[in-house]
């Protein structure tokens, strides 16, 4: 239905049109790279869903120091949305920290920022990102697979044998493969 937002009566206010049940445009998300300036708020966001998404606590200087790993959506001028790339070793990237606040939620922002981390990934060629989620269904939306931790070595021996948690995380590693070799393939760090 085509909609006119003009009357005879002049522009009709989109308060009204929100009032009469009229559905409005979704809000625009721009995705862009991670820059220093933005370590404050992806701490943030980072903070404000720990619990919710498990994740693991970051510092802002450490953000900081990483912050061209990040993609970002933005609002404007807000950060609304982050995901880190993070290398495990020189095959092997890890999505960290992906976090989409309340009200930029189901409308694609998620799957856009995993999917420019995919791109980013296969740039700096690594074959393989994976990730460590206590939410494993909807990176497998996204095309990647449960895999057992224990092909993860890179991840073991860079995080997890130091973790307070090892072996009780109650995570599931899940990885998409980056090259057309390794569909079906047996993953690199296994
Ligand atoms: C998970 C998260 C990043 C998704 O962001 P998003 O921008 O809403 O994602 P998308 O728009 O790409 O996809 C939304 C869809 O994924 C679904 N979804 C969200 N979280 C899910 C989960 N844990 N398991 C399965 N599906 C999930 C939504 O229900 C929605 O489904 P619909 O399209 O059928 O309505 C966001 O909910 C979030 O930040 N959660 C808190 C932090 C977190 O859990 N991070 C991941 C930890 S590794």
Not at 42 to 66: F, K, M, W
Not at 84 to 109: D, H, K, N, Q, T
Not at 149 to 155: G, I, P
Request: some cysteine; aromatic content about 4%.
């Amino acid at each position: 239905m085509h909609l006119e937002l003009a009357s005879a009566g002049g522009p009709v206010p989109l308060a009204a049109l929100a009032v009469a049940g009229v559905a409005l445009a979704p809000p625009t998300f721009q995705l862009r790279g991670g820059r220093p300036s933005d370590a404050a708020a992806i701490h943030a966001l980072v903070e404000a869903h720990l619990d919710e998404g498990h994740l693991l606590p970051r510092t802002q200087s450490e953000i900081e120091t990483h912050a061209t790993r990040f993609v970002v959506a933005t609002d404007g001028d807000r950060v609304v949305a982050c995901a880190e790339l993070a290398p495990l070793s020189s095959a092997v990237a890890e999505v960290r920290s992906l976090v989409v606040a309340r009200e930029a939620r189901s409308e694609g922002v998620g799957r856009q920022l995993v999917d420019d981390l995919v791109r980013r990934a296969r740039v700096q060629g690594f074959h393989t990102l994976s990730a460590f989620t206590h939410g494993p269904a909807y990176f497998i939306r996204l095309g990647f697979s449960l895999v057992p931790h224990h092909w993860m070595r890179e991840k073991i021996v860079a995080d997890c044998q130091s973790c307070a948690l090892f072996r009780r995380c109650g995570q599931s590693a899940v990885v998409r493969s980056l090259t057309d070799a390794g569909r079906g393939g047996r993953l690199v760090g296994a």
